[in-house]
Protein backbone atom coordinates (compact mmCIF):
# COMPACT_ATOMS: atom_id res chain seq x y z
CA UNK A 1 0.00 0.00 0.00
CA UNK A 2 2.55 2.07 0.96
CA UNK A 3 4.62 1.78 -2.42
CA UNK A 4 1.79 2.16 -4.50
CA UNK A 5 0.71 5.13 -3.05
CA UNK A 6 4.09 6.93 -3.03
CA UNK A 7 4.12 5.64 -6.71
CA UNK A 8 1.00 7.31 -7.25
CA UNK A 9 1.82 10.62 -5.80
CA UNK A 10 5.38 10.50 -7.87
CA UNK A 11 3.02 10.34 -11.15
CA UNK A 12 0.43 13.10 -9.37
CA UNK A 13 -2.27 10.75 -9.31
CA UNK A 14 -5.29 10.57 -6.54
CA UNK A 15 -6.27 7.10 -6.33
CA UNK A 16 -9.95 8.60 -4.87
CA UNK A 17 -10.24 10.30 -8.24
CA UNK A 18 -8.44 6.97 -10.24
CA UNK A 19 -10.08 4.28 -12.34
CA UNK A 20 -8.48 1.24 -11.83
CA UNK A 21 -7.91 -1.91 -14.10
CA UNK A 22 -6.84 -5.57 -12.93
CA UNK A 23 -5.23 -7.59 -15.27
CA UNK A 24 -6.03 -10.31 -13.33
CA UNK A 25 -7.95 -11.70 -9.94
CA UNK A 26 -4.79 -12.90 -8.15
CA UNK A 27 -4.16 -11.37 -5.09
CA UNK A 28 -1.01 -9.32 -5.32
CA UNK A 29 -2.58 -7.73 -8.44
CA UNK A 30 -5.71 -7.03 -6.92
CA UNK A 31 -5.57 -6.97 -3.09
CA UNK A 32 -5.67 -3.13 -2.13
CA UNK A 33 -8.13 -2.31 -4.85
CA UNK A 34 -11.20 -2.59 -2.88
CA UNK A 35 -9.24 -0.09 -0.16
CA UNK A 36 -7.85 2.45 -2.83
CA UNK A 37 -10.61 2.90 -5.28
CA UNK A 38 -12.98 5.95 -4.06
CA UNK A 39 -16.84 5.66 -4.40
CA UNK A 40 -17.20 6.55 -8.18
CA UNK A 41 -14.29 4.59 -9.74
CA UNK A 42 -14.24 2.42 -12.24
CA UNK A 43 -12.79 -1.15 -11.78
CA UNK A 44 -12.25 -2.97 -14.92
CA UNK A 45 -10.93 -6.71 -15.06
CA UNK A 46 -11.61 -10.07 -17.20
CA UNK A 47 -15.01 -11.30 -16.79
CA UNK A 48 -14.25 -14.91 -15.65
CA UNK A 49 -12.15 -13.29 -12.80
CA UNK A 50 -14.63 -10.81 -11.70
CA UNK A 51 -16.65 -13.85 -11.16
CA UNK A 52 -13.86 -16.13 -9.37
CA UNK A 53 -13.35 -12.80 -6.87
CA UNK A 54 -17.10 -12.30 -6.20
CA UNK A 55 -17.62 -16.47 -5.28
CA UNK A 56 -14.32 -17.08 -3.31
CA UNK A 57 -16.27 -17.72 -0.24
CA UNK A 58 -15.90 -19.88 2.41
CA UNK A 59 -17.14 -23.13 0.02
CA UNK A 60 -14.66 -22.59 -2.43
CA UNK A 61 -11.71 -23.38 -0.20
CA UNK A 62 -13.22 -25.90 1.07
CA UNK A 63 -13.79 -27.70 -2.11
CA UNK A 64 -10.20 -26.90 -3.08
CA UNK A 65 -9.74 -28.92 0.21
CA UNK A 66 -11.21 -31.37 -0.62
CA UNK A 67 -9.65 -32.25 -4.10
CA UNK A 68 -6.34 -31.86 -3.03
CA UNK A 69 -6.93 -34.49 -0.26
CA UNK A 70 -8.31 -36.55 -3.62
CA UNK A 71 -5.09 -35.95 -5.33
CA UNK A 72 -2.21 -36.71 -2.63
CA UNK A 73 -1.95 -33.61 -0.46
CA UNK A 74 -1.37 -34.40 2.88
CA UNK A 75 -4.04 -33.29 5.32
CA UNK A 76 -1.75 -31.40 7.40
CA UNK A 77 0.35 -29.60 5.45
CA UNK A 78 -2.85 -28.45 3.06
CA UNK A 79 -4.16 -26.85 6.24
CA UNK A 80 -0.89 -24.48 6.83
CA UNK A 81 -0.95 -24.05 2.85
CA UNK A 82 -4.20 -22.71 2.82
CA UNK A 83 -4.47 -20.66 6.04
CA UNK A 84 -1.33 -18.73 4.74
CA UNK A 85 -2.18 -19.22 1.47
CA UNK A 86 -2.24 -14.89 -0.03
CA UNK A 87 -5.65 -15.49 -1.95
CA UNK A 88 -7.31 -16.33 1.41
CA UNK A 89 -5.50 -13.02 2.84
CA UNK A 90 -5.32 -10.52 1.02
CA UNK A 91 -8.14 -11.29 -2.01
CA UNK A 92 -10.48 -7.87 -2.47
CA UNK A 93 -13.69 -7.13 -1.45
CA UNK A 94 -16.36 -10.06 -2.46
CA UNK A 95 -18.87 -7.41 -3.04
CA UNK A 96 -16.97 -5.46 -5.75
CA UNK A 97 -18.49 -4.23 -9.06
CA UNK A 98 -16.02 -5.24 -11.79
CA UNK A 99 -16.46 -3.93 -15.59
CA UNK A 100 -15.70 -6.09 -17.66
CA UNK A 101 -13.60 -6.02 -20.57
CA UNK A 102 -13.31 -8.37 -23.63
CA UNK A 103 -11.32 -8.82 -26.40
CA UNK A 104 -10.96 -5.51 -28.82
CA UNK A 105 -12.36 -2.95 -25.87
CA UNK A 106 -10.17 -0.11 -25.45
CA UNK A 107 -9.53 1.97 -23.13
CA UNK A 108 -8.19 5.52 -24.08
CA UNK A 109 -6.88 7.90 -21.93
CA UNK A 110 -5.12 11.46 -23.18
CA UNK A 111 -2.43 10.14 -25.89
CA UNK A 112 -3.21 6.30 -25.24
CA UNK A 113 -5.47 4.17 -26.15
CA UNK A 114 -5.15 0.63 -25.25
CA UNK A 115 -6.73 -2.73 -26.51
CA UNK A 116 -7.51 -5.30 -24.31
CA UNK A 117 -6.57 -8.65 -25.42
CA UNK A 118 -8.25 -11.93 -23.60
CA UNK A 119 -4.77 -14.30 -22.67
CA UNK A 120 -6.60 -16.95 -20.67
CA UNK A 121 -4.00 -19.50 -18.97
CA UNK A 122 -2.34 -18.49 -15.54
CA UNK A 123 -5.58 -17.28 -14.59
CA UNK A 124 -9.28 -17.73 -16.31
CA UNK A 125 -10.02 -14.02 -17.03
CA UNK A 126 -6.46 -12.97 -17.47
CA UNK A 127 -5.92 -9.48 -19.94
CA UNK A 128 -3.41 -7.78 -21.40
CA UNK A 129 -3.60 -4.51 -22.54
CA UNK A 130 -1.94 -3.54 -26.07
CA UNK A 131 -1.05 0.22 -26.97
CA UNK A 132 -0.25 -0.43 -30.94
CA UNK A 133 0.92 3.57 -31.69
CA UNK A 134 2.99 3.20 -28.49
CA UNK A 135 4.11 -0.26 -29.12
CA UNK A 136 3.62 -0.92 -25.04
CA UNK A 137 2.24 -4.66 -23.84
CA UNK A 138 1.08 -4.75 -20.46
CA UNK A 139 1.62 -8.44 -19.78
CA UNK A 140 0.51 -8.89 -16.02
CA UNK A 141 1.25 -12.32 -15.37
CA UNK A 142 0.93 -13.44 -18.78
CA UNK A 143 4.62 -13.39 -20.00
CA UNK A 144 7.18 -13.05 -17.26
CA UNK A 145 10.89 -12.16 -17.96
CA UNK A 146 13.04 -13.48 -14.80
CA UNK A 147 10.82 -16.06 -13.40
CA UNK A 148 7.73 -18.33 -15.23
CA UNK A 149 4.27 -17.57 -14.52
CA UNK A 150 2.50 -19.92 -12.43
CA UNK A 151 0.02 -22.60 -14.86
CA UNK A 152 -2.18 -24.51 -11.92
CA UNK A 153 -5.34 -26.37 -12.31
CA UNK A 154 -7.21 -25.19 -10.02
CA UNK A 155 -9.83 -27.73 -9.79
CA UNK A 156 -12.49 -26.20 -12.54
CA UNK A 157 -12.93 -27.76 -15.22
CA UNK A 158 -10.27 -26.26 -17.91
CA UNK A 159 -7.26 -26.83 -19.40
CA UNK A 160 -5.16 -24.43 -18.40
CA UNK A 161 -1.88 -25.26 -20.00
CA UNK A 162 -3.79 -25.38 -23.27
CA UNK A 163 -5.31 -22.28 -22.69
CA UNK A 164 -1.83 -20.33 -21.80
CA UNK A 165 -0.11 -21.88 -24.60
CA UNK A 166 -2.98 -20.48 -27.18
CA UNK A 167 -2.90 -17.42 -25.62
CA UNK A 168 1.35 -16.94 -26.02
CA UNK A 169 0.77 -17.10 -29.46
CA UNK A 170 -2.14 -14.70 -29.39
CA UNK A 171 0.54 -11.71 -28.47
CA UNK A 172 3.32 -13.44 -30.07
CA UNK A 173 3.03 -11.26 -33.00
CA UNK A 174 2.81 -7.91 -31.34
CA UNK A 175 5.09 -5.01 -32.40
CA UNK A 176 6.39 -4.31 -29.10
CA UNK A 177 9.31 -1.56 -27.90
CA UNK A 178 7.99 -1.94 -24.16
CA UNK A 179 6.81 -4.98 -22.93
CA UNK A 180 6.00 -4.22 -18.75
CA UNK A 181 5.10 -7.35 -16.64
CA UNK A 182 3.52 -7.93 -12.80
CA UNK A 183 6.66 -8.67 -11.95
CA UNK A 184 10.48 -7.90 -11.92
CA UNK A 185 12.15 -6.39 -14.91
CA UNK A 186 10.97 -4.30 -18.11
CA UNK A 187 11.57 -5.94 -21.34
CA UNK A 188 12.29 -4.62 -25.01
CA UNK A 189 10.42 -7.39 -26.73
CA UNK A 190 8.25 -10.17 -26.23
CA UNK A 191 8.83 -12.74 -28.78
CA UNK A 192 12.20 -14.33 -27.33
CA UNK A 193 11.02 -14.76 -24.30
CA UNK A 194 7.43 -16.60 -25.37
CA UNK A 195 9.72 -18.85 -27.22
CA UNK A 196 11.47 -19.35 -24.13
CA UNK A 197 8.00 -20.08 -22.31
CA UNK A 198 6.98 -22.96 -24.75
CA UNK A 199 10.25 -24.71 -24.37
CA UNK A 200 10.35 -24.94 -20.58
CA UNK A 201 6.39 -26.40 -20.79
CA UNK A 202 7.66 -28.94 -23.24
CA UNK A 203 10.47 -29.95 -21.12
CA UNK A 204 7.45 -29.66 -18.00
CA UNK A 205 5.18 -32.42 -19.87
CA UNK A 206 8.39 -34.63 -20.71
CA UNK A 207 9.84 -34.87 -16.94
CA UNK A 208 6.06 -35.63 -16.01
CA UNK A 209 5.78 -38.48 -18.60
CA UNK A 210 9.53 -39.75 -16.95
CA UNK A 211 8.16 -39.51 -13.76
CA UNK A 212 5.30 -41.14 -14.52
CA UNK A 213 7.38 -44.47 -16.20
CA UNK A 214 8.41 -45.42 -12.53
CA UNK A 215 4.67 -46.02 -12.43
CA UNK A 216 1.11 -45.01 -11.14
CA UNK A 217 1.20 -41.97 -8.55
CA UNK A 218 -0.86 -39.20 -7.66
CA UNK A 219 0.51 -35.16 -8.53
CA UNK A 220 1.92 -34.82 -5.21
CA UNK A 221 4.32 -36.85 -5.79
CA UNK A 222 4.54 -36.34 -9.03
CA UNK A 223 4.85 -32.31 -7.85
CA UNK A 224 7.56 -33.54 -5.17
CA UNK A 225 10.07 -35.24 -8.07
CA UNK A 226 9.53 -32.44 -10.63
CA UNK A 227 12.33 -29.65 -11.17
CA UNK A 228 11.97 -26.85 -9.13
CA UNK A 229 13.85 -23.41 -9.12
CA UNK A 230 13.48 -22.23 -5.62
CA UNK A 231 15.91 -21.29 -2.86
CA UNK A 232 15.09 -25.13 -0.61
CA UNK A 233 17.56 -27.71 -0.78
CA UNK A 234 14.54 -30.46 -1.28
CA UNK A 235 11.17 -30.90 -1.30
CA UNK A 236 10.57 -31.69 2.28
CA UNK A 237 11.99 -28.25 3.03
CA UNK A 238 9.78 -26.46 1.13
CA UNK A 239 6.91 -24.42 2.84
CA UNK A 240 3.62 -25.16 2.67
CA UNK A 241 2.27 -22.66 0.33
CA UNK A 242 4.88 -23.28 -2.31
CA UNK A 243 4.06 -27.01 -2.26
CA UNK A 244 0.31 -26.13 -2.62
CA UNK A 245 1.82 -23.95 -5.91
CA UNK A 246 4.31 -26.62 -7.03
CA UNK A 247 1.08 -29.19 -7.07
CA UNK A 248 -1.07 -26.98 -8.88
CA UNK A 249 1.52 -26.91 -11.97
CA UNK A 250 1.76 -30.24 -11.45
CA UNK A 251 -1.68 -30.66 -11.87
CA UNK A 252 -1.75 -28.25 -14.73
CA UNK A 253 0.40 -30.77 -16.99
CA UNK A 254 -1.39 -33.76 -16.11
CA UNK A 255 -4.90 -32.04 -17.32
CA UNK A 256 -2.41 -31.09 -20.51
CA UNK A 257 -1.31 -34.86 -20.80
CA UNK A 258 -4.43 -36.53 -19.96
CA UNK A 259 -6.20 -34.57 -22.67
CA UNK A 260 -3.50 -35.20 -25.34
CA UNK A 261 -4.38 -39.14 -24.78
CA UNK A 262 -1.22 -39.64 -23.15
CA UNK A 263 -1.87 -40.23 -19.33
CA UNK A 264 -5.25 -41.90 -17.94
CA UNK A 265 -5.66 -41.84 -14.18
CA UNK A 266 -8.13 -43.81 -11.89
CA UNK A 267 -9.31 -43.90 -8.19
CA UNK A 268 -7.26 -46.21 -6.02
CA UNK A 269 -8.08 -46.28 -2.34
CA UNK A 270 -10.39 -42.82 -3.07
CA UNK A 271 -7.32 -40.86 -4.41
CA UNK A 272 -6.52 -40.09 -7.45
CA UNK A 273 -3.49 -41.76 -9.10
CA UNK A 274 -2.39 -41.12 -12.68
CA UNK A 275 -0.66 -43.68 -15.23
CA UNK A 276 1.10 -43.01 -18.94
CA UNK A 277 -1.44 -44.85 -21.24
CA UNK A 278 -0.03 -46.79 -24.02
CA UNK A 279 -2.39 -45.74 -26.52
CA UNK A 280 -5.38 -42.67 -26.50
CA UNK A 281 -7.77 -45.21 -25.92
CA UNK A 282 -6.58 -46.28 -22.92
CA UNK A 283 -6.83 -42.63 -21.25
CA UNK A 284 -9.65 -42.11 -19.56
CA UNK A 285 -12.06 -39.20 -19.53
CA UNK A 286 -10.92 -36.55 -17.22
CA UNK A 287 -13.81 -36.01 -14.52
CA UNK A 288 -14.80 -32.46 -12.71
CA UNK A 289 -12.80 -33.36 -9.51
CA UNK A 290 -15.27 -31.38 -7.52
ZN1 LIG B 1 -0.76 -13.90 -10.89
Not at 62 to 79: N, Q, T, V, Y
Not at 247 to 263: D, I
Request: charged share 25%; hydrophobic share 35%; proline share 4%.
Amino acid sequence: MTALVSGLEECGVDPKEADFLITHMHADHSGLVSTLAGEGARIYSGRADAEIIRSSTFEHWEKLIDSARKCGFPREELEKAIGSHPGRRYSPNTSLSFRPLKDGDTISIGDFSFGCIETPGHTPGHICLYEPSKKILICGDHILFDITPNITLSFEDWNPLKEYLTSLDKVYGLDVEFALPGHRNIFKNQKERIRELKQHHQARLEEVISILGKGRQNAFQVASQMTWDIGYKSWDSFPSAQKLFAFGEALAHLKYLEEAGEVGWGIEKEEIMFFVTANKKEARKWQTLT
